[in-house]
């Protein structure tokens, strides 16, 4: 018989057992989190009809999708959660609360090349409130906090969340005429971090080419001091136009309130670089960062947009929201070593009896342990003590318990602490606290 090579596609994670439990730990404190504050869970097809897929695709975006056609059906795989979202919204609007507040964790395809901490499928775990014709600003107040609560349960190291506003950056352009350029400009300053100021300014000067108008951008990308310092110097700049105006007064607002809403000083910033390259974003923009490790990239991004569905409805439905990509976080983070598999095993306790006869009092115990909380595993082999006990090491557990005809005789159990290699005959009742003191 001629074998398949088993592989895997490149771009495509597979985790080991030890680090698919950290994975699925990290998946959870989102979720939760999520949860907590009221979001709604949705699962949406990871196959949609290409047409309402991209409906809004173009350029890089449309030649990265995995594209097929069943039967007489031209089909795509989803390449973010939004575009099913704003589908989702509009197919049933008349059947939803507004403010929708929705969270989605699930894959996403996109067929790029793969690189080191990039990947072609890959969780994208988001949350949007969108309104039905308008959206209070109080729920730009709430991402931040949401950001901020999840990554001080993951316990991942210092971490800043970039604040900024799309109509501040893009009302400072209209008053150096330079409103035709914006998009482009926006671009080329949310790369910043990653290619420095010497050449930002080179690609301004590309899409510009006028010094008095690079000197102005520049030196407004540049404003430092803190966040109540900034938001003074950018009153000081007295441009008289309305989105610079409105930009800053929702920035003020979102930056004060967020001290309410029991997000540490610390921890947040304004940053007028940041832009978000998206098009879409139209107000409070956000990137959240590790101190330690800047070279990771942005671990949660999003913002305020004014129209989620306008390729599908006439409604008006603006949102506000943001994405963790966790498979690249997870991947970026076992890189720097800044988690680690240290929880092992999926089973707090393994019972391993050591014949058949012994099996209707192992039923017993492991359901008496389940009821009261623990995670069990069962031990159905016929193989020699010896060899089980070496099996149970290999799972990471940290309790084995025995049971052999000593042990159904006296109504007990035989614990061993794997860790330290104690052993002792005890009651059940015992194992809660032999576990709970150990």
Known sequence: ???????????????????????NKMKKIISDTYESYGFWPLDTPVIEYSDVLLAKAGG?????????????????????????????VAQRYNDLPFPFKRYQIGKVYRGERPQKG?????????IDVIG?????????????????????????????IKINNRKILNGFFSSLQLKDSYVEILRIIDKIDKIGEIETRNCLNDVINDEKKLDSIMD????????????LKLKEFNITNDNFTNGICELEYVIDSMKKMGVASENYEIDLTIARGLDYYTGTVYETFLKDHPNIGSICSGGRYDNLA???????????????GLTRLFYQLKEANIIKSTDNS?????ILPMDENCYSYVYNINSILRNNGFKTSVCFTNNKLKSKIRYADKCHVKYVIIIGEDEIQNNSITIKNMETGQQEMSKLNDIFNIVKNN
């Open 220 to 231: 407004f990308i540049r404003i430092t001091g803190t966040n109540e310092e900034k938001i």
């Open 346 to 350: 999926c089973a707090d306790i393994m």
């Open 118 to 126: 990039r990947f072609r499928e890959f969780y994208q775990c988001d």
């Open 60 to 88: 890089e975006t449309e030649k990265q999708i995995y594209r097929f056609n069943k039967g007489d059906n031209d089909l795509s795989l989803r390449f973010d959660l939004t575009v099913p979202l704003a589908k989702y």
């Open 310 to 324: 306008e390729y599908y409805t006439e409604k008006r439905l603006p949102g506000v929201g943001i994405s963790i």
């Open 1 to 23: 018989m001629n074998y398949i090579m088993p592989k895997t596609l490149p771009g495509f994670m597979e985790l080991n057992p030890y680090d698919q439990i950290q994975f």
């Open 132 to 160: 039905d014709e308008i959206l209070s600003l109080q729920y730009d107040v709430e991402m931040p906090s949401i950001i901020y609560d999840i990554f001080k349960k993951m316990n991942i190291g210092d971490f800043v």
